[in-house]
């Protein structure tokens, strides 16, 4: 079995929390969702609940509200001694993680948290799939098996759109990913526009150089992050996870013989199944042992979940 926990060495610059300990954090602060908006927060095959929303990320929206405030005092503090000429910079949070290990539900999650808070009330949530290479590309440098890879990714615009937002820029476009066509929407196009803080999702966001040395840039993706949260699990869970979440897919989305996995839709279980971990071992597991996984003590925050999904241990950097 696969054990990939911090270890000892790195442990020592994380403060660790149980969920218990951690759920004391959020102090006074009321939970403002219903279970009625949980349920469209939640992710394929997620189980949060109420109880662990308020127990995991509620005292996080509390800890990054104060974070977002001492931000937001610099920033006025550097505004008058310039003269009230600088731009509004918004806070920006990176959220890395595997495949499958439930990164966009924590994100929608945290959007919605730190979105009630009167002091930054506009929150965006951005993944990094629209800024996947589209397949024609992907194809042509034969990276469609790679696809998720750091090399498949358009990594020069991914740093310039964030460049743009973290400097102020109004009204920034960024391309938009579907996942039932499983490719890059021409001419499809959504905007940011000087929000308080933006959330950025996806597999490689905490790497902290281009995998590929002609492409180097000076400035790399994490550099810009105030805060980065890790989504961890086991290896094998979160195989199990990817599985579980192909047989549900085979049983709905698959089913739309416009979707690009349509022929996945008339597997048997047994076949479904082995198909998945096919996928995984190929795919999705060399990527997250060799990128994503490497990048986990970079992050401020680690989630660390145990098999049902639920939150158990929270490792908080050291400042």
């Known amino acids: 079995m696969t054990n990939h926990r911090v270890d000892s060495l790195t442990d020592s610059i994380y403060v660790p929390f149980d969920e218990e300990a951690w759920g004391r954090l959020r102090a006074e602060t009321p939970l403002p969702l219903s279970e ?3 349920e469209r927060l939640r992710g394929i095959n997620e189980q949060v609940s109420l109880e662990e929303v308020a127990q995991i990320y509620l005292p996080m929206s509390r800890l990054l509200n104060l974070y977002v405030g001492a931000t937001q005092d610099l920033y006025r503090a550097s ?3 310039l003269g009230g000429l600088t731009a509004k910079v918004p806070y920006i949070i990176g959220i890395g993680g595997s495949v499958a290990v439930g990164k966009s539900t924590t994100g929608r999650i945290l959007r919605e948290l730190l979105a009630r808070w009167p002091n930054h009330p506009q929150v965006d949530l951005v993944t990094t799939d629209g800024f996947l290479h589209p397949n024609a590309v992907l194809e042509e440098r034969d990276l469609m098996e790679r696809k998720g890879f750091p090399e498949s990714f358009d990594l020069r615009t991914l740093v310039n759109f964030v ?8 009204k920034v476009e960024h ?4 996942h039932h066509s ?7 196009t959504e905007v940011v526009d000087q929000p308080d803080i933006l959330i950025l999702e996806g597999l490689n966001v905490l790497q902290a150089r281009s995998q590929s040395p002609s492409r180097n840039s000076r400035v790399m993706l994490s550099d810009l992050f105030d805060f980065s949260i890790y989504v961890d699990a086991e290896t094998e869970v ?3 996870w990817y599985v579980e979440r192909f047989l549900t897919f085979r049983d709905t989305a698959f089913r739309d013989p416009d979707a690009y996995f349509h022929r996945y839709a008339s597997l048997s279980e047994r076949d479904a199944i082995d198909t998945a971990r096919g996928i995984w071992k190929t795919i999705n597991e060399p990527n997250l042992v060799q990128n994503i996984l490497p990048t986990r003590e970079r992050a401020d925050l680690i989630l660390e979940k145990a098999p ?8 908080l950097r050291k400042l």
């Open 36 to 38: 009625k908006e949980l």
């Open 182 to 188: 499983y490719d890059i929407l021409p001419g499809v």
């Open 79 to 81: 505004s008058t001694f």
């Open 308 to 315: 049902d999904h639920a939150v158990r241990r929270i490792r």
């Open 163 to 170: 460049l743009q937002v973290k400097s102020g820029e109004r």
């Open 238 to 240: 979160i195989e199990r």
């Open 175 to 178: 391309p938009v990913y579907s």
